[in-house]
C-alpha cells in the first residue's frame, strides 16, 4: 500500500521509487506488532509445508504470526485471522501467503478506518514523520491526508492473483459502516473480465471509499 510520492532526482527508476513509498504497509505492520520480514518468510514456510488449504484452515499461518509477534499482538493478530478465514472462504478461494498478508492489513487498514479516521490519520502521521525507515530517503512522501487513507493499492507481480484479492476486499467492505452510519451504495470495477463489472451493496448517505487492486481492477464505492 503506498503513497504518492513527490518528484524523484534524475535516474531514478519508477519502481525504485515505488519500492521506497510503501508508508501504509509499513505502518499496517508496525500497528499490528508484526515484523513484517520474519511474517513473510514463516507464512511462505507455512505454505510450503502444508499447502494454501491448511495453512488457511487449520491455524498454520497464524501460527506463522504468532512467531513474528510478541505475545501482547496475539489475541487482535487472532481476530484478524478469523476475518480473513472467513473472507477468503466466502469468496472462495485460499490465498498464498503473501494474498494472506495483503488481506490482512487490508482488513486492518479498514477496521481502523471505519472505527475512527481521525485517529488512524494521526498515528499514520505520527509513523511517517517519526518512525518510518524511510522518512529521511528520497524521494520524499508527502503528508498524508484522510483522503488518501480512504484509498489503498496493492503492489503484486502480473498473475499473482491481485483480482481474488479484489473479491476478497468487496467481502470485507460489504458490511461495514462509518461511525456517520454510512455505508456503501455501489461498487464498480472497471476490469473487464471477471465475474460482473457491480454489484449492489446497502445504500447509505455520504461516505465514501476508493480501493484500487493493481492497474486494472478497481473499486469505487459511492453513496446514492
Known sequence: ??????????????????????????????????????????????????????????????????MAAPSSARPHLEALDSEVRATCQQVGFAPRYFQYLAILFAAHHLNRLFADPDALLADVARFHQEE????????????????????????????AGKTHIFHACLALLASRRFPDGGSFAQVISSQRSGNGDARRLEPQQDSMLRLQVGGNCRVTAKPV
Not at 515484523?35 to 505454505?47: F, G, M, P, V
Not at 520524499?140 to 483522503?147: Q, S
Open 132 to 159: 518510518w525507515p524511510g522518512r529521511n530517503l528520497p524521494p520524499k512522501v508527502a503528508d498524508f491526508t484522510l483522503d488518501d487513507l480512504q484509498q489503498a493499492a496493492f503492489w503484486m507481480a502480473t498473475a
Open 1 to 66: 500500500m503506498a503513497q504518492r510520492a513527490a518528484p524523484a532526482r534524475p535516474g531514478t527508476s519508477g519502481h525504485g521509487r515505488l519500492k521506497r513509498s510503501l508508508v501504509l504497509r509499513d505502518f499496517l505492520a508496525t500497528d499490528l506488532g508484526i515484523d513484517r520480514h520474519h511474517a513473510e518468510r514463516y507464512l511462505s514456510d507455512q505454505e510450503t509445508q502444508y499447502g494454501t488449504l491448511d495453512a488457511l484452515n487449520a491455524n498454520s499461518y497464524l501460527h506463522a504470526l504468532r
